[in-house]
């Protein structure tokens, strides 16, 4: 793997990984990390859980492109996993698109079970938090506590959880202690109106203040 230093993959104007018969560039772990695509090719088409994910994560797909909305498409791929109970953990800042998100799923037959990010009413002083740390100083503000989230959907056996605008870093410790798969169906942007891609669309111009280089 000579000059190889990980993958690069936005760099790539070849995308040999999606037509046949091409010739990945020298940067591309296909073509310096054999090992680890073959045992990825080895897991989801011999491991049976992970090969009807694919497989009906591409049913799903190929059903909803270009027409289907993402709520449209969970509800999809919950059906065709057979799952009928889903889970749903969201910000308490989102408390009306999770309640709009679960009228949605509960009117198209499934059982829903919803957990807010402030459950457990934790102190932030609990883990070493000053005041000087909080988004309003001199207040009460509860940690957020995307373990005891992921705990309560556990114990309700959701087979499949939503997250709905959990804030950065939470989102991931929710995605650690999950039992359940899990999707985004809302990431949080309190700037964008939770659209972050707008900034990523625009870093060149509107928000060039994302561009590092600029100081």
């Known amino acids: ?16 990984c999606a037509e046949q018969d091409s010739t990945p560039p020298v940067f591309c772990p296909m073509a310096n990390e054999p090992a680890i695509m073959a045992e990825s090719r080895r897991a989801v088409t011999e491991d049976p859980v992970l ?13 909803g492109y270009g027409k289907a909305t993402r709520v449209e498409e969970v509800m999809d791929f919950a059906r065709r996993m057979g799952w009928t109970r ?28 919803t957990a807010c990010c402030k459950m457990g009413a934790i102190e932030k002083e609990a883990v070493g938090l000053t005041d000087a740390d909080k988004v309003c100083p001199g207040t009460f503000e509860s ?46 942007d309190r700037v964008l109106g939770h659209n972050p891609v707008a900034a990523l669309n625009t870093w060149h111009s509107y928000y060039h203040k994302l561009d590092g280089r600029k100081g």
């Open 86 to 113: 889903l889970g749903i953990a969201h910000c308490i800042g989102l408390m009306r698109e999770a309640k709009a998100a679960y009228e949605i799923f509960v009117s198209n037959g499934f059982q829903v079970y």
């Open 143 to 188: 940690l957020c506590n995307p373990i005891g989230q992921a705990a309560v959907l556990a114990e309700a056996e959701t087979q499949f959880n939503v997250v709905i605008g959990l804030c950065v870093g939470h989102d991931s410790v929710f995605f650690m202690h999950s039992k359940a798969p899990t999707t985004v169906l809302v990431a949080k």
């Open 1 to 16: 793997m000579t000059g190889y230093e990980g993958p690069r993959c936005v760099h790539c104007g070849v995308k040999a």
């Open 51 to 63: 090969r009807r994910l694919a497989v009906e994560s591409a049913r799903t797909e190929a059903a």
